[in-house]
């Protein structure tokens, strides 16, 4: 049942000048709030794989000038998911970030992949949920979206966490008055007095900004706002930036529950949707050098995937190359250049001996 509001919400930051709502009242009826619902849920269903890279704005807390976080991610509704996460900065490009990895779930395949050791673990994802990373990966926070199947959307504040789950519930509500997000119009949904969405009254598939709050005490836990749409395929709207604020929803009083802990501004490219995301999207790419790792209580194992002990020496000599500072590379010796290959030779061959001692050790 539609619970029609006279009122605009009372929990909006008075702060905040992207929204406004001295704007014409609508006459809102249950039919046309609840056919709103069902264009949100088409559109949320009609995307049921996506591949895209977003890239933060803003610079990494502790990091060198110039550092960004950059992910990419390939997602299908079939059980599959693929995310390469890494940082960069302008001097050290994001492939060689030293804590570069590569997450795989499919329904053959669930590996961990750290690109610069080379090396891979398979995980147990067979427990009937999806893993944690999946569940806390933002593209799902970001559009309210989860394709899969098999597998239950996450709970966020006490409710699973999808645009459809959400507005199956029929417990949402639509305000009388619409607001102006960023000089565009828009319909206001509350749903379930813990999701406030707001979407555009021209294109509702497009939605400008959500919030969330904790049940208890109403703060904002977290915004959401959706910038620079495009539309990705026939009537499939999909940002091309979003930024992600979080609050401290839980602190004692409402002062410290409006600080930001988390304000951070994403670019979205490279997207392809539904059957342009292809089966071989889905696969690790193992450099040569790969080994796989084992292990148990009593011993971790190593055995090589791919040939090539040899390039990945070469590749970890680059590496330590490129991460070196500009003033120490421009002075460096023929003796120092002599000094680091013998050094990496000692430690690369040291490892040669453990990974062979580990195979052809007895089990």
Same mark, same amino acid.
């Given at each position: 049942?539609?619970? &029609? +509001?006279?009122?605009?919400? =009372?929990? $909006?930051? %008075?702060?905040?000048?992207?929204? #406004?709502? !001295?704007?014409?009242?609508?006459?809102?009826?249950?039919?046309?709030?609840?056919?709103?619902?069902?264009?949100?849920?088409?559109?949320?269903?009609?995307?049921?794989?996506?591949?895209?890279?977003?890239?933060?704005?803003?610079?990494?807390?502790?990091?060198?000038?110039?550092?960004?976080?950059?992910?990419?991610?390939?997602?299908?509704?079939?059980?599959?998911?693929?995310?390469?996460?890494?940082?960069?900065?302008?001097?050290?490009?994001?492939?060689?970030?030293?804590?570069?990895?590569?997450? &795989? +779930?499919?329904?053959?395949? =669930?590996? $961990?992949? %750290?690109?610069?050791?080379?090396? #891979?673990? !398979?995980?147990?994802?067979?427990?009937?949920?999806?893993?944690?990373?999946?569940?806390?990966?933002?593209?799902?926070?970001?559009?309210?979206?989860?394709?899969?199947?098999?597998?239950?959307?996450?709970?966020?504040?006490?409710?699973?966490?999808?645009?459809?789950?959400?507005?199956?519930?029929?417990?949402?509500?639509?305000?009388?008055?619409?607001?102006?997000?960023?000089?565009?119009?828009?319909?206001?949904?509350?749903?379930?007095?813990?999701?406030?969405?707001?979407?555009?009254?021209?294109?509702?598939?497009?939605?400008?900004? =959500?919030?969330?709050?904790?049940?208890?005490?109403?703060?904002?836990?977290?915004?959401?706002?959706?910038?620079?749409?495009?539309?990705?395929?026939?009537?499939?709207?999909?940002?091309?930036?979003?930024?992600?604020?979080?609050?401290?929803?839980?602190?004692?009083?409402?002062?410290?529950?409006?600080?930001?802990?988390?304000?951070?501004?994403?670019?979205?490219?490279?997207?392809?949707?539904?059957?342009?995301?292809?089966?071989?999207?889905?696969?690790?790419?193992?450099?040569?050098?790969?080994?796989?790792?084992?292990?148990?209580?009593?011993?971790?194992?190593?055995?090589?995937?791919?040939?090539?002990?040899?390039?990945?020496?070469?590749?970890?000599?680059?590496?330590?190359?490129?991460?070196?500072?500009?003033?120490?590379?421009?002075?460096?010796?023929?003796?120092?250049?002599?000094?680091?290959?013998?050094?990496?030779?000692?430690?690369?061959?040291?490892?040669?001996?453990?990974?062979?001692?580990?195979?052809?050790?007895?089990?």
């Amino acid at each position: 049942m539609v619970v &029609l +509001v006279v009122t605009f919400l =009372s929990s $909006l930051s %008075e702060g905040d000048g992207d929204i #406004t709502t !001295n704007r014409p009242a609508m006459v809102v009826d249950d039919q046309f709030a609840d056919q709103l619902a069902h264009t949100l849920i088409r559109h949320h269903d009609a995307l049921t794989a996506v591949s895209l890279v977003y890239r933060s704005l803003q610079g990494v807390e502790g990091q060198p000038e110039g550092n960004y976080w950059r992910r990419a991610i390939s997602v299908s509704g079939k059980g599959m998911f693929k995310s390469d996460n890494s940082h960069g900065h302008k001097r050290l490009p994001w492939q060689y970030d030293p804590i570069r990895k590569s997450l &795989l +779930v499919t329904p053959s395949e =669930s590996t $961990l992949l %750290e690109h610069v050791n080379r090396s #891979t673990v !398979n995980l147990d994802s067979n427990t009937g949920d999806a893993i944690d990373p999946i569940q806390r990966e933002l593209i799902f926070e970001v559009l309210c979206w989860w394709p899969f199947v098999d597998w239950p959307p996450p709970q966020r504040l006490g409710h699973v966490y999808s645009m459809r789950a959400l507005l199956n519930e029929e417990s949402y509500r639509l305000l009388p008055e619409k607001a102006l997000v960023r000089g565009r119009p828009c319909y206001t949904f509350i749903v379930n007095d813990t999701v406030t969405v707001w979407c555009d009254c021209d294109l509702p598939e497009r939605v400008l900004k =959500s919030e969330r709050y904790d049940p208890k005490s109403q703060a904002i836990e977290s915004r959401f706002e959706m910038m620079e749409y495009e539309e990705v395929a026939d009537n499939i709207w999909l940002p091309k930036k979003f930024r992600i604020v979080r609050f401290d929803s839980y602190a004692h009083t409402p002062q410290l529950r409006e600080k930001v802990v988390y304000d951070n501004t994403f670019l979205v490219s490279d997207i392809r949707v539904n059957e342009d995301v292809a089966k071989s999207d889905f696969r690790q790419d193992y450099a040569p050098g790969t080994v796989q790792v084992s292990r148990s209580k009593e011993e971790i194992q190593y055995e090589p995937i791919v040939d090539g002990q040899l390039d990945h020496f070469n590749s970890i000599l680059n590496w330590c190359r490129l991460c070196a500072p500009e003033t120490t590379a421009v002075r460096r010796s023929r003796w120092s250049d002599c000094l680091l290959t013998f050094m990496l030779s000692f430690l690369v061959g040291c490892g040669f001996i453990v990974v062979k001692l580990a195979i052809w050790s007895p089990s």
